[in-house]
């Protein structure tokens, strides 16, 4: 029986397309399915706040440059990475990130904590010309940047687009993009208070690059960088102890 | 649907496992059956053969 | 190539041309203010390029030998061609991309040279470019040999495989313009993700449609393997990349997914490309290469089924392995280790079968460098293999993870079986596709074998000690119980390595340019065989093809 199944699979390789498929999948499925209800297990964290029009925009520019090729956002539960890096990450810190930028090596540090870490000031002299900053450092230096206006006249379909994929921004939120954009870059101005007022009293408002007459993309990557971790503070709140670094001498 | 995390864990687990296991028989029964025997061996040696043309009906 | 058409093909061709030329003009009046539209012009530009080549030769004499008669294998010849083109930029910008790492100013101060955007470029050019076209190309030569079967398409397979270089063409040109879904091997935005579609269709309708052409009852194993690399590569395309665009004016798009589940997608697509683009895919090249070069039947072909299923089945399970110690739940890392594993049975049995097809012809292995390649191939598979059960175990890759040796691991497995194998089929098709004798120097393959095993070892030993260095710099700590090193430390401790690999790259850079210039003068200045053009059939076929062994 299963050989006459199998010599008729054969023949039309049609069936033996589906034989593929029914193996292959599996896999997958298992470990994906169970997945889509782990907001059940997952912490919870009601302190969440979104990314502003600025931080998005921000974060584009870090997916754009390829960051995540050399820096991870993902601290493992692992006592060394805890104590260099700070509390290991929670599932529901990229709960909101389309696509996630976990990454997969650290040519440079993790960055998964590194907002409010350093000074503005630091992130720019960095990214101009990192061994301005960190001698031994082999990032590349990012000047661009700074002499790059950043288009905010579409960050509201951003914000939709951001909307139809899960991330609830409000309708206010939208129509308000272009304008909170440059709020968050020039404080004290009255797009500046739109801003906190719909994402919260923690937003920061700064002139990132030192410049408030225009908004750079230097603005934007340095709010993205500032408000890395701190989006919610879920967890430094009740997590469990991290793990012992597996030793082999033990 | 209303399919809890747990529940969906725990189906994922067990007939993850018992689809293994049955498609490890099957592929086993499939290669090892004796009628299949002399089918392998020529596809094994036919590739060797002069293949300069194709054949037709 | 076009004098292999008829009429209404060309025709067929001329108007496919048209509707994506239509297409590009879309895309470039929609995006006109967006990168988007800087693609629009390069999909027109594309368009009219091989809608000149058509057209100028649209009214030249049809065909008219009975072209069934013969294997298609024109669009084989110009799917090795591309794949040495890829092969050699793919790989230069892999040089630079490495010395980048060493001297960072290599960059130049502009944007689109800089590391991030590059190294993009630098997988998506091996990976899709060299390592795609030579797996359209093998597969259509391999499908028609085994089948004893033409194409089933005059057209299709041209707009496969030239479908496929605009694919990749597109995902190039985008990373140097920032254009990115920021997904590891499947950086490409939406529109050229959708175009992948329908050329990834448009393959699987022609090697059904080939198949079931066949004499034979039972398909050849090789020809498993391809099949499972278009279907699952399908598969692990489609999920992987849905994503709502910014709008259709826009190349910027956002997944679908996001944080743990897109992390496990990700991944689950991420391992599963290494497994049936760069492992199936491949092995179907072992299956069909190594038997021809080497003149022996595969040792076991019971083996080689068993290998396939293990394989098919097993490694979809494996992906989540590349996120051990993360949120991802503790159980699906546990499970993707315990495949991980799992996975090195049918692996290592798919290379004891290669190493003991080659009982008995070790003297081959030890004269003939295009079947030493194709040896070589299997044992860097071989440890391969080993190498990533072993760096799935959680608490290795505890210490393996975010370092190099991950790179070492993936370059073992990139340069040393799939480009290997890929040269040593290449070196075994190219003389039998141009019906030459041989090729034009063996001199120059003996080279060209060396300095790639040589490129290979020195690139992987750097990332090893690269690798494990970095992994426990970061993790050790000082009597009074405080981290020892910090990042920068760790990073300087790295510079050496970073020169090494470098090297290491340049070495199977210059190689694969000696491959170049081989295949070339092959092409041109070895003459043609007698007895291969004797099996060119003028009417009907020689007596002894048309009742082949039962």
Known sequence: MPELFHRKLERTAIGFTLAIIAAASVGGIVEIAPLFTIDETVEEAPDLRLYTPLELAGRNIYVREGCYACHSQMIRTLRDEVERYGPYSLAVESKYDHPMLWGSKRTGPDLARVGGKYSDFWHVAHLTNPRDVVPESNMPAYRFLARATLDTSDLGVHLEAQRAVGVPYTDEMVENASRDAFGQATPDTEPASGVVERYGEATQVSAFDGVTTRVTEMDALVAYLQVLGRLTGAAFENTAASEETPDPQQ | ?57 | MIAQLTTSERRQSAIILLVLGMAGLAMAALGRSDPLGVHGLLVILFSVGLSYFVLSSFYEPEPETDRLGLYYDDPIKVGIVLSMAWAVFGMFIGVWVAAQLAWPDLAFDAAWSSFGRLRPAHTTGVIFGFGGNALIATSFHVVQRTSRARLAGQVSPWFVLLGFNLFCVLAVTGYFMGLTQSKEYAEPEWYADLWLVIVWITYFVLYLRTLARRKEPHIYVANWYYMAFIVVVAILHIVNNVAVPVSLGHAKSYSVWAGVQDAMVQWWYGHNAVAFFLTAGFLAMLYYYLPIRAGRPIFSYRLSILSFWGITFFYMWAGSHHLHYTALPHWVQNLGMTFSVMLLVPSWASAGNALLTLNGAWHKVRDDATLRFITVAVLFYGLSTFEGSFLAIRPVNSLSHYTDWTVGHVHAGALGWVALITFGSFYTLVPTLWKRERMYSAGLVEVHFWLALAGTLVYVFAMWNSGIIQGLMWRTYTDDGTLAYSFIDSLLAMYPYYIARAFGGLLFLLGAIVACYNIWMTVRHVPLSASRRADIPITGLPAGAATPAE
């Open chain 2, 1 to 57: 649907m209303d399919l809890d995390h747990d529940t969906l864990v725990a189906f994922s687990k067990s007939w993850g496992l018992f689809y293994l296991i049955a498609l490890s028989i099957a592929v086993l029964i499939y290669t090892f059956l004796p009628s299949n025997r002399k089918r392998f061996d020529d596809a094994k040696k036919n590739i060797l053969d002069k293949d300069d043309t194709p054949w037709r009906r």
